[in-house]
């Protein structure tokens, strides 16, 4: 039986997402290899982490506003194809110099996704939550398997390699996306939530949106950081000596076991939030997120590795409940743009913590790194409260205005 086309819509576009994501983690994997190579400092990289970063992020300002102008397909298939080429170009790299620019250009491909994808998805899914939850996990596959895939490839045959392998099936993917339909009428709204898509005005959701986006800079300062440093203090902190691992392979395949948590806390965060109250279930998410990264700073061995763990599992659901947020408190002609804001907020603004975090990883070592990251996870709560305190007191409002 064929599938429906909403079905294959999402599973291309899960599958991008999860393409998109072991890109997007390689650089961390690979850290050491390439500062072997090129003779770099981890300052040195952790600024081209941050030329990285920038450059996905910025993207998602225009691309937000293209994304409620143009057709969605056509901007995920030059993002996948643009991810497969840029690619190549990383492989090819034979300095600092040109790798900035490789991953200069990867980034502005990675940047076309998130904007579009998640207003694609929002449109075309029947169930919101679900959704984002089918798109989540396939992002977190991506997370979850990418290193130990990039980590073999590294130690087997290079870190170029690591690079190269995954253009192909990015150019596949593209070509297929170009055969999706542009968009459906058909959207999910949540019982309860504020009927943002029925209005054309941004104002009334100012406040709340500007909550969310504060939020999410913070988790995406620490998520920079945690994506870009996690490899190499695994592999530090786990004596690789009993088994004679390669150093890149041993930290790939701890972050994969930890991510791999990641895969059903972005599942789970969709499948509650089309059930339960959202802005809690975000509280709940980074209320226990950040403290696990308290554990991965202080411990090692299993503990480190739990803790590791934990925070996968947890900062990775609120991922899709945040997606919901917005599609909540956005009017659906605004969905693009805003979506263009919150992931310029998170992987734009959230770029600048990989330079700074890399002269911390320099001078005070790579374990420090994730004691700075859990205090940038506490201080999001600081925003999450009111925003929930909010809904709840309209909530009661609309109640009280239904029974009058």
Known sequence: MAASPERKAITYVATCHGLLHVLELAYGVVLVSVAADLGASLLT?????????????????????????????????????????????????????????????????????????TAYIARIATRTGLGFAYLGTGGNLGLALGPILVGALASGFGWRYAYAGFAIPCLVLGFLIMRLPSRSTVIGIRPGAPASTQQTSLRPFLLPLGLIFAAN????????????????????????????????????????????????????????????????????????????????????????????????????????VFNALIADYCPDRWRGRMYGVYFFCSFGVGSF???????????????????????LGLAAILFIVPLLVRSIRHSRTSAAASRS
Request: aromatic share 10%; proline share 4%.
């Open 45 to 117: 990289l952790g600024v081209l982490a941050n030329v990285f970063g920038f450059a996905y992020g910025l993207t998602a300002l225009p691309v937000g506003i293209l994304a409620d102008r143009t057709s969605e397909t056509r901007l995920l298939a030059i993002c996948a194809l643009g991810m497969g080429a840029a690619s190549i170009a990383v492989s090819m790299s034979q300095s600092t110099v040109s790798l900035g620019i490789g991953l200069a250009f990867l980034g502005v491909a990675l940047g076309l996704f998130h904007p579009v994808a």
């Open 217 to 320: 800079t913070l988790n995406g300062l620490l998520y920079r950081g945690v994506v870009t440093f996690l490899p190499a203090h695994l592999s530090a902190s786990v004596n690789s000596s009993i088994a004679g691992i390669d150093p890149v392979l041993l930290g790939g395949s701890f972050t994969t076991i930890a991510l791999l948590f990641g895969v059903a806390g972005q599942f789970l965060g969709g499948y509650f939030c089309d059930r339960r109250r959202r802005e809690a279930l975000a509280l709940i998410a980074i209320a226990v997120s950040a403290p696990a990264l308290l554990g991965v700073w202080g411990f090692a061995g299993p503990v480190l590795l739990g803790a590791a763990a934990l925070f996968a599992f947890f900062h990775f659901m609120s991922q899709p």
């Open 353 to 375: 913590s990989a330079s700074g975090l890399g002269y911390v990883a320099e001078t005070r070592g790579v374990q420090d790194v994730f004691l700075v990251c859990a205090f």
